[in-house]
């Protein structure tokens, strides 16, 4: 079902329903309304015959007279009967109307001695009967009639509310079906813009209006979403193209020594330089997989792996360790500034291989791009959080290019010359992302690069 057709159903649903409420409940009052006053009206018929009928009684008068008045009184009620029993016989002393007598049960004149006065129906005929008492004499007064007038109109009113409840769904499923067109018409209006915009033209937007509406705070966050998504798409490209330059390069060199060692026959050293050279290339290669590899891996989301207690400043040593290891040449110095008293508080929950591969990439980095291939790391530590400086005496970093280098493969062009791939930092953003941390970067350039990495 389209939504349009949806809204138009709720609301139609909807008003009607309320609508249907409101007629019944009006129906009903209108019902109890007439009712009651029709009881009321035979009351008061009932208290005034029996306040005429004793005195005509006691006096011993015609009663004759009295029927004659009630017939042909200006405000007779349709089948109006009025009867009257001596409380002691049960007799009839009195009827309004002998040609149309009705049969009283006797349960409902026991009622009345019990109650005094009842309202009751009998036969389609409404009915009031009161306990007159006059000289110490009892007597039942029944006053009966049809209500007709009532049920003429009540009945007029079910067909007029089923006709306007009728004409009601058709007028207001037309004004539904209009007002949800108005209602999706800037939502058709942003499919069609956006079928415009993919895929050929990312960086056209969304026109917002004036408006601050749901639609125009809508717009608003298409238009971020497409801001990411343009970025998402061009760091897709740079990401390809690094990579295929990273693959290119080594392959080109490796082809190209095999081919020129094919050319002629050469010396045994000769092939030995070109194998070692070729083996060079090819541990580049593995290098490069194993990195692009740890890469694809590593998910900000996955707190899976993050399941052990690590100590940051034994774990420092042991990056430090396994840097010089491999780089006899380099220094690292290790300073603590401030240090808490409880050794717990250095703990952070996480994973030590991972958190050892950011730290290990952050000293290589500090003593790479060091004219005296010295790094400098500090560490400070509370309750509350630690922090971590790697600080170098390079080259330092471009301030518009600090927004970049977390990003694959990138590399500014004072570094190009540096051996690497351009992948170390993304690794090292992402473990730290994926450890609830974060990292900021500080340079100037000429005076060196200091990477702080926090955890709270």
């Known amino acids: 079902m389209k939504l349009r057709q949806e809204i138009t159903l709720r609301f139609l649903a909807l008003v009607m329903t309320i609508l249907l409420i409101t007629m019944i409940s009006v129906y009903l009052f209108t ?3 007439l009712h009651k006053n029709f009881y009321r009206r035979l009351n008061n018929r009932a208290e005034t015959v029996a306040g005429w009928l004793s005195q005509t009684i006691e006096n011993r008068k015609d009663i004759a007279f009295l029927e004659s008045l009630l017939k042909n009184r200006k405000d007779q009620i349709t089948a109006e009967e009025i009867l009257v ?3 002691d016989t049960d007799k009839v002393v009195f009827l309004s109307n ?4 009705k ?10 001695r019990e109650k005094s006065k009842i309202e009751f129906s009998n036969n389609q005929l409404y009915g009031v009967g009161i306990l007159y008492e006059r000289a110490k ?15 003429e109109f009540l ?27 108005k209602t999706l018409e800037p939502i058709e209006s942003i499919g069609v813009e956006l ?56 392959l080109t060199r490796i082809s190209s020594q ?32 194993q990195n692009l590899l740890k890469l694809s891996r590593i998910n900000v989301e996955n707190n899976k792996l993050l399941a052990e207690s690590v100590r940051i400043d034994e774990l420092l040593f042991d990056a430090k360790a396994f840097v010089l290891k491999n780089n006899p040449s380099y220094k690292i110095e290790i300073n603590f500034d401030a240090l808490p008293e409880e050794p717990d508080h250095l703990c952070i929950i996480g994973n030590t291989s991972l958190l050892k591969i950011a730290f290990v990439n952050l000293i290589q980095n500090a003593c790479k791009f060091s004219a005296d291939n010295q790094a400098t790391i500090n560490l400070t530590a509370t309750d509350f959080y630690k922090v971590i400086h790697f600080e170098d005496k390079g080259i330092g970093i471009d301030p518009q290019e600090i927004p970049y280098i977390f990003q694959p493969f990138y590399r500014s062009i004072k570094t190009s010359q540096t051996k690497g791939h351009g992948i170390g930092l993304s690794l090292v953003d992402r473990i730290i992302k994926m450890h609830n941390g974060k990292i900021e970067v500080s340079s100037k350039l000429g005076d060196g690069t200091k990477f702080s990495v926090i955890f709270k």
């Open 155 to 181: 009945f007029q009113m079910r067909w007029m509310m089923l006709g306007l409840w009728t004409f009601s769904i058709v007028f207001i499923g037309i004004i539904g079906w209009y007002y949800a067109k």
């Open 103 to 112: 049969v009283i049960e006797r349960s409902i004149l026991e009622e009345i």
């Open 195 to 250: 079928n415009k915009i993919f895929p050929q033209n990312l960086d056209k937007r969304l026109e917002i209006s004036n408006n601050k509406n749901e639609i125009s705070n809508l717009t608003v966050t298409i238009n971020q979403l497409l801001d990411r998504v343009e970025e998402g798409l061009g760091l897709q490209k740079m990401f390809i193209g690094n990579v295929s330059h990273e693959l290119q390069n080594p």
């Open 85 to 87: 029993y001596d409380n």
């Open 258 to 289: 095999l081919e020129v060692s094919l050319f002629k026959e050469r010396k045994p050293e000769e092939y030995q330089n070109t194998i070692y050279s070729a083996l060079e290339d090819i541990t580049d290669l593995v290098k490069l997989t």
């Open 98 to 101: 002998v040609a149309q007598i």
């Open 31 to 33: 019902y109890y309304f």
């Open 137 to 151: 004499k009892k007597y039942i007064v029944i006053a009966m009639a049809k209500n007709q007038y009532a049920e």
